[in-house]
């Protein structure tokens, strides 16, 4: 997998690369088809805050994954990034497997009246 870090309002440091780096490789193991994860690391200094903001994308065949999220600090928020495109990879792969959602549906019973 291919993972490109952009930083725009600032310079990230080697430990923020390497953190970065470390925690997107996990995500192949969810799902093999991952070619690229882009992530894009801003500041956000609104209302006197300093907010962290990150965003992360993950290019697979046929349907794109993006999550952002803020956070105080940077690692915090691509722990959540990661988070909810862990939930999206395998929602996705339940949706792909026969092209719906596999959903378990138990008959009520009637009711004694």
């Known amino acids: 997998m291919k993972i490109t870090i952009q930083t725009p309002d600032f310079k990230a440091n080697k430990k923020l690369t390497d953190y970065i780096i470390g925690n997107v490789m996990k995500l192949s193991v969810f799902g093999d088809r991952i070619l690229e994860a882009r992530i894009v690391l801003r500041l956000d200094n609104s209302n006197t805050k300093d907010i962290r903001v990150c965003e992360l994308?993950?290019?697979?065949?046929?349907?794109?994954?993006?999550?952002?999220?803020?956070?105080?600090?940077?690692?915090?928020?691509?722990?959540?990034?990661?988070?909810?495109?862990?939930?999206?990879?395998?929602?996705?792969?339940?949706?792909?497997?026969?092209?719906?959602?596999?959903?378990?549906?138990?008959?009520?019973?009637?009711?004694?009246?």
């Open 57 to 113: 994308k993950l290019i697979i065949p046929g349907n794109d994954l993006f999550a952002q999220k803020q956070s105080s600090t940077f690692e915090d928020a691509l722990l959540k990034c990661i988070e909810a495109v862990k939930h999206r990879i395998s929602r996705w792969k339940e949706l792909s497997n026969n092209g719906k959602l596999r959903v378990v549906v138990t008959p009520l019973e009637p009711e004694e009246a």
